[in-house]
């Protein structure tokens, strides 16, 4: 079973800073998980055996997402509205400790190695030197 990252109490949007930058047109965007996987891919070279996605939940409730891990604690995530993105991204910047993104206009790749639920694991990333090599937005949220 993959991650779960259970956030009962959190309502999405509750923080200003849970959410995320505007996706401007100058951010990149790829048509699918598949393709963003594979522009990643190439960059951070993502483990063959890379542990099943995150669940992710809203006050109890399974959120919809669209997402492939990388490595145990790096996360592709590919979406199809800005809602979607927005949501899942203030619901994973509410874990606790730091979380790190790189965002693209319908992506994002997060970092959860710094995570409190996470222990021992050292597969970490240099997620802004990847949103740098992507043109995309580098953010951290603690």
Avoid at 10 to 27: E, H, K, N, R, Y
Avoid at 30 to 38: C, F
Avoid at 93 to 113: H, I
Wanted: proline letters at 2%.
């Amino acid at each position: 079973m993959g991650t779960l990252i259970g956030l009962a109490a959190v309502t999405m949007g509750a923080c200003a800073a849970c959410t995320p930058a505007d996706a401007s047109a100058s951010l990149p965007s790829y048509d699918s998980l598949e393709s963003t996987h594979q522009a990643i891919n190439e960059l951070i070279n993502c483990v063959d055996d890379a542990p099943d996605s995150t669940l992710v939940y809203n006050e109890g409730v399974l959120t919809t997402t669209n997402s492939i891990k990388c490595t145990e604690v790096v996360e592709i995530f590919h979406f199809d509205s800005e809602e979607s993105k927005a949501g899942t991204y203030s619901l994973l910047a509410e874990a606790e400790g730091t979380v790190r993104f790189a965002e693209g206009k319908n992506w994002f790749v997060v970092d959860y190695s710094d995570v409190a639920t996470v222990e021992g694991v050292s597969d970490r990333i240099d997620v802004a030197e990847l949103a740098e090599n992507l043109d995309a937005q580098y953010s951290e949220v603690k």
